[in-house]
């Protein structure tokens, strides 16, 4: 059997486990990072020289990307989202790309409700004041009973809202492209993000960017908001305007949110607005989670190869 060349140029890989054993049957290793960092993408040109495959993560596969890689067959992705990959370019080129949708689904689940738990119970506030409290408590937000407002049913949007359940809460839900799922009878769907924030006393996201990169919650959507929710974003920083967000939170349209996923303007400003708790994109960063990933994206290549990429 020959080999082919494999650059792995995401950030991290156990390169220790089973099933990285199993992936050198078949690769020769031409290109691992070893920087503990992103790439930027002038240094994956230079990584996918000569390569094969490529075993990625969040760093950008764009069009100068693949079109500077002429021997690039495969790309497969740590974690599920894909769109740091030129989707339209790697079908020109012949590019097969795969993803792990399923490894991550349980722990971002639980990292969502932990979210959602720490925003309505003030645990962020109690633990940073612990000391200078003096006697000093703030009302914090029962969640049995509330009306929840799932936004993408997917895999991980459908899990959040069955453990929601779980505790009391009302499930509501908007996903225009769910097909042939079971839905429990008590969920209530809806046909816009308009009418389900309009009566939603929590909001979580879970639905990739819009195909036009707008944002949507944005000036127009927060008017929709019922008045006092809170904000959950575990999916994509885009879906979210964050200077909306911070004056929706400053005047008390929305009175907490919780994002694992934020850019600049978040970063810098969300530290002056204690409503917000913030984790760093970790939300599908436990043991168990991270190893399913990495094997599953390791069998995606494997099994890529042994079918000719097709």
Known sequence: MTKQNLAITIRSL??????????????????LNTTGKRLSEPEVIDALRGADAAIAGTESYGRDVIQSSVDLKAISRVGVGIDSIDLECASKHNVKVYNTPNAPTVAVAEHTVALLLAVCKNLVYYNKNADALNGKTISGMLLSGKKVG?????????RVATCLCALGCNIGFYDPYIQGKVIPKDWTRYSTIGELLGVSD???????????????????????????????????SALIDERVLLDAVGDGTIIGAGLDVYDTLIENEGI???????????????????????????????????????
């Not at 078949?26 to 290109?31: K, M, N, P």
């Not at 799932?150 to 459908?158: A, K, P, S």
Request: net charge neutral.
């Open 14 to 31: 156990n390169t220790s486990t089973t099933s990285f054993q199993r992936l050198r049957e078949y690769f020769d290793i031409s290109y």
């Open 272 to 310: 002056n607005y204690p409503q917000i708790v913030l984790t760093p994109h970790v939300a599908s960063n436990t043991e168990e989670s991270r190893r399913d990933m990495e094997s599953e994206a390791i069998e995606n290549l494997i099994a890529g190869f042994q079918n000719g990429y097709r």
């Open 150 to 158: 799932v936004i993408g049913l997917g895999r991980i949007g459908f």
């Open 202 to 236: 929590i909001v979580t996201l879970h639905m990739p960017p819009a195909s036009d990169g707008k944002p949507i919650i944005n000036s127009e959507t927060v008017k929709q908001f019922k008045k006092g929710a809170v904000l959950i974003n575990t999916a994509r």
